[in-house]
């Protein structure tokens, strides 16, 4: 139970630091792709977004590491599922981004 529980709050933390980095600094060399198929239009908005989303996605992985001993498979399940759907709205957040919104 232990190194699970240390497995996720790394990740975690991990994950909170590189929303605070895109939020903080507008830093997009986490996003894969960049540079490469894609500018930002507007670096400030598209960080703000990235960074928020980031953030969530890092405090989902605390929780779930936290959860998962009281509830077990259940709640990696919810989380699974909750970070596909945040996955989908960072590419959303990046679309918009290319449209100019």
Do not use: C, H
């Amino acid at each position: 139970m232990g190194m699970e529980l240390g497995i996720g709050l790394s990740i975690g933390a991990l994950l909170i630091w590189a929303g605070y980095i895109v939020r903080t600094k507008q830093v997009f060399t986490f996003i894969a792709g960049f540079r490469e198929s894609w500018e930002p239009v507007n670096k400030e908005r598209l960080g703000n977004r990235i960074g928020t989303l980031l953030v969530i996605l890092g405090f989902l992985a605390v929780l779930t590491s936290i959860f998962t001993i009281w509830f077990g498979a259940a709640a990696g399940k919810i989380s699974g599922i909750i970070a596909i759907i945040d996955v989908i709205l960072v590419i959303i957040a990046i679309g918009l981004d290319q449209i100019g919104y």
